[in-house]
Structures are given as C-alpha cells and as structure tokens.
C-alpha cells in the first residue's frame, strides 16, 4: 500500500519566493497533519486538519505560512514570500483518529532551503 | 516547562548493551503514549505504543508511569541497527499531538 506521498522531496528556492509543499495522505484517513523539524527547535506541528477541515492552526509562525485541504486526497502548505529561516524539512503525516490519538504516518518528508 | 521533555542524550553504548530513555510529560490529563523512532534523515516512524500496564515487543520494553507522569523506553541486547533518535510522544485526547525533541543513540561495534 502506499503510504503518505510528498511533493517534492528537495527544493531550493530563493528568499521572497513562493514555495508550495504537496501531500497525499493515506487513503481513508481523516487526519493530516504538517510538520516542521529544525536541529534547533525539533518537530513542530504547524497545522492539523480533520475531514479536510483545519482545527488547529496555532503552530503556524506567520501569515506567509498558509494550509489547504480541498479534498481528502489533497493538501497543500505554502510560503509566501519565502525567507531563510523557513529552511527546515516539512513532514505531511495522517492517520485514522478515533479521538485517542493513532498512529500517525509520515511522509518522506520535504527538505527547504531558502538562499 | 516544556509539555513533553526528553534527555537529548546522546547516549553511545556497545553492542550487546542495555540502555534506557525517560521521558517527562506536563499534562496529567494525557491519554496515550507513544515511541517513535526516527533514522538520520528519515521520517518518524512508530515504534510502540505505551500501555498502563506495560509493553514488551521484543528487546523493547515500554513502561508507563501515571502517578510521576512519565515513560520510559527499555532497549535490551542494543544493535548496530537501533542507532537512531526516539521521539516520545503524548496525546492529551482529540487531535494534539504532542513530539518531544527526541533522544539520540549511538550503538557501537
């Protein structure tokens, strides 16, 4: 079975760029959520989404940062403009919450560099 | 203080070695634990779940402790392959997930 798909894998871009991050979730899960992981600050969770709706949206760090969830196939996280200390890897995970909190399932994740 | 804390470690032990993690979690009202393993540039990835009574997968013993609100995560006969940094993780209920920063081990020929 596939797991969580993330788009792309690398991407280097320049400062004030924008920067869009895909993720296709575990088909039949009703969770996704984006992280961040930086040596300095580890995992942070930016945003989780539950049946394509966001719940909790207060670990993104700035308006730049935006999250979107059209279908339950689909989601997308976006930096606008970019800056340099976005640079970080972003891991898109889901999982089938029954309010107990499951297993959640990384993607690969996607590794930011912004010049 | 942080929700969920970890010794970053690192901890460099031989192979064959018995090592331990803890992990500290504020929230007395948390609901489930968890460890998470995650490989130098990799994605987490569940190891165990911890149970109240106590988990044992192999040479991975899991313990929970309600009452000093902490876990701890028991590897025996340490392997090369078990180098990697454990991720304690908390869920208070609902949808919050808690990772804490992680503990690095090193196991050595």
């Known amino acids: 079975d596939a797991g969580v798909i993330q788009s792309p894998r690398h991407e280097v871009t320049e400062m004030g760029q924008e920067v869009t991050l895909r993720c296709k979730p575990i088909?039949?899960?009703?969770?996704l959520f984006w992280y961040r992981q930086t040596m300095m600050r580890g995992l942070e969770l930016l945003i989780y989404?539950?049946?394509?709706?966001?719940?909790?949206d207060s670990g993104m760090p700035e308006d730049r940062f935006s999250a979107k969830m059209p279908n339950a196939s689909f989601s997308t996280l976006k930096i606008q403009p970019s800056e340099p200390r976005d640079s970080a890897v972003y891991f898109c995970?889901?999982?089938?919450?029954?309010?107990?909190?499951?297993?959640?399932?990384f993607g690969p994740g996607t590794r930011l560099t912004v010049l | 203080r942080k929700e969920v804390e970890q010794d970053p470690g690192p901890f460099n032990v031989p192979e064959g070695a018995t090592v331990a993690f803890n992990c500290t979690y504020s929230?007395?009202?948390?609901?489930?634990f968890f460890w998470y393993r995650q490989d130098c540039r990799k994605e987490p990835k569940l190891l165990m779940s911890?149970?109240?009574s106590g988990n044992e997968d192999g040479r991975f013993t899991a313990q929970l402790n309600r009452a000093s609100q902490y876990i701890s995560l028991l590897i025996r006969d340490s392997k090369l392959s078990d180098s990697a940094t454990y991720l304690c993780?908390?869920?208070?209920?609902?949808?919050?997930?808690?990772f804490g920063a992680g503990t690095r081990l090193f196991v050595k020929a």
């Open positions: 993780v908390v869920n208070s209920g609902g949808f919050k997930t808690i």
């Open positions: 088909s039949g899960h009703n969770s």
């Open positions: 989404f539950n049946n394509n709706v966001p719940i909790d």
């Open positions: 929230n007395s009202a948390s609901q489930s």
């Open positions: 911890v149970y109240s």
């Open positions: 995970a889901s999982s089938s919450l029954s309010g107990r909190g499951d297993t959640q399932y």
